[in-house]
């Protein structure tokens, strides 16, 4: 099921052509500092003081760990930031600290913090559950937040409650019943992982995207559907995976022809990451790339302009 190159081309010249939708834009955002420790309230201001000139969205991938929604949840409503609420489902003793903290925490905050719930995040690619027990899971959070109102007594029901998996797991006939559990359906997708040379690293990601779009509206039974890049960037050091070569450069190469067209196509996208994370450092190999995906780095100093050409209205 492949999209056609030259729609794809046409696509990504939608990086400097006129638009009048625009999809919006988020970072995926680590909990804890430099130094491998939970993250405080003081440090989450830092970080929304940090990327606030280029978005008010981030997302997260538990609740319960180093206290996330009970520090950042008061701290997003402060700086006016809603969040993508992770969940961890892959162990039942966790799984009941992430629902835990939820009954605890969400009547804290107002509803409009919370734009969607993800429960998962590859967890179909890890194999760490199959689709229908990850089916489950994803139906018990609905459950649970059906049950529970923010601080000035909004259910928070008609939160939309879904995943995020990797755009090659999506596409996998054994993902449906995930799928067509969820209210929302977000891909990952890599270029960089796949080896892919600069020139081909845009066109390689808006054919995993469109892969897996079509999957899930078919899965779904409709295009109306809530549905976003979950994660995607470029390392900016490290060792090259196949034709795939981290540096400052390229990752912002990458950006401006593939996040920014796959924006300019009106398709949200979550980058990974807000900032770099050193105590990920010692990996193997090609792993040495995992504390350089930040468009910012350590210190909270942006990498390379995050700048699209568009022009016309928003």
Same mark, same amino acid.
């Given at each position: 099921?492949?999209?056609?190159?030259?729609?794809?081309?046409?696509?990504?010249?939608?990086?400097?052509?006129?638009?009048?939708?625009?999809?919006?834009?988020?970072? !995926?955002?680590?909990?804890?500092?430099?130094?491998?420790?939970?993250?405080?309230?003081?440090?989450?201001? +830092?970080?929304?003081? *940090?990327?606030?000139?280029?978005?008010?969205?981030?997302?997260?991938?538990?609740?319960?760990?180093?206290?996330?929604?009970?520090?950042?949840?008061?701290?997003?409503?402060?700086?006016?930031?809603? #969040?993508?609420?992770?969940?961890?489902?892959?162990?039942?003793?966790?799984?009941?600290?992430?629902?835990?903290?939820?009954?605890?925490?969400?009547?804290?905050?107002?509803?409009?913090?919370?734009?969607?719930?993800?429960?998962?995040?590859?967890?179909?690619?890890?194999? !760490?559950?199959? +689709?229908?027990?990850?089916?489950?899971?994803?139906?018990?959070?609905?459950?649970?937040?059906?049950?529970?109102?923010?601080?000035?007594?909004?259910?928070?029901?008609?939160?939309?409650?879904?995943?995020?998996?990797? $755009?090659?797991?999506?596409?996998?006939?054994?993902?449906? !019943?995930? #799928?067509?559990?969820?209210?929302?359906?977000?891909?990952?997708?890599?270029?960089? $992982?796949?080896?892919?040379?600069? *020139?081909?690293?845009?066109?390689?990601?808006?054919?995993?995207?469109?892969?897996?779009?079509?999957?899930?509206?078919? +899965?779904?039974?409709?295009?109306? #559907?809530?549905?976003?890049?979950?994660?995607?960037? $470029?390392?900016?050091?490290?060792?090259?995976?196949?034709?795939?070569?981290?540096?400052?450069?390229?990752?912002?190469?990458?950006?401006?022809?593939?996040?920014?067209?796959?924006?300019?196509?009106?398709?949200?996208?979550?980058?990974?990451? *807000?900032?770099?994370?050193? $105590?990920? *450092?010692?990996?193997?190999?090609?792993?040495?790339?995992?504390?350089?995906?930040? +468009?910012?780095?350590?210190?909270?100093?942006?990498?390379?302009?995050?700048?699209?050409?568009?022009?016309?209205?928003?």
């Amino acid at each position: 099921m492949l999209v056609d190159k030259k729609l794809i081309a046409a696509v990504v010249a939608l990086a400097s052509a006129t638009v009048s939708a625009k999809g919006s834009f988020g970072f !995926d955002l680590g909990v804890v500092d430099n130094d491998d420790n939970c993250k405080d309230a003081d440090d989450y201001i +830092a970080d929304l003081d *940090a990327i606030s000139g280029y978005t008010s969205h981030v997302k997260t991938y538990a609740v319960s760990d180093c206290n996330t929604l009970q520090i950042l949840g008061p701290v997003l409503e402060d700086k006016g930031f809603t #969040i993508t609420l992770g969940v961890w489902p892959t162990d039942d003793n966790h799984f009941d600290e992430e629902i835990s903290a939820l009954q605890s925490y969400l009547p804290t905050i107002s509803k409009s913090v919370i734009s969607e719930i993800t429960v998962g995040s590859e967890v179909l690619y890890r194999g !760490d559950l199959t +689709a229908d027990q990850l089916a489950s899971k994803i139906t018990q959070v609905k459950s649970t937040i059906s049950s529970i109102t923010d601080k000035n007594g909004d259910s928070y029901s008609d939160i939309p409650v879904g995943t995020v998996d990797s $755009w090659n797991c999506l596409v996998d006939s054994s993902a449906v !019943d995930a #799928i067509t559990a969820s209210d929302f359906v977000f891909a990952n997708a890599f270029s960089y $992982w796949q080896g892919q040379t600069l *020139a081909n690293a845009s066109f390689s990601f808006f054919d995993d995207i469109m892969q897996a779009l079509q999957v899930i509206q078919t +899965a779904k039974g409709s295009t109306d #559907i809530l549905f976003a890049v979950g994660e995607t960037g $470029w390392p900016t050091q490290g060792t090259s995976y196949g034709d795939a070569v981290p540096s400052t450069a390229n990752a912002q190469t990458f950006f401006e022809q593939g996040v920014c067209a796959m924006l300019g196509w009106g398709v949200d996208v979550i980058y990974f990451e *807000a900032f770099d994370e050193p $105590w990920k *450092a010692g990996g193997s190999g090609t792993a040495d790339v995992e504390p350089y995906y930040g +468009a910012f780095d350590d210190t909270r100093t942006l990498k390379f302009p995050l700048t699209c050409n568009y022009t016309g209205s928003s």
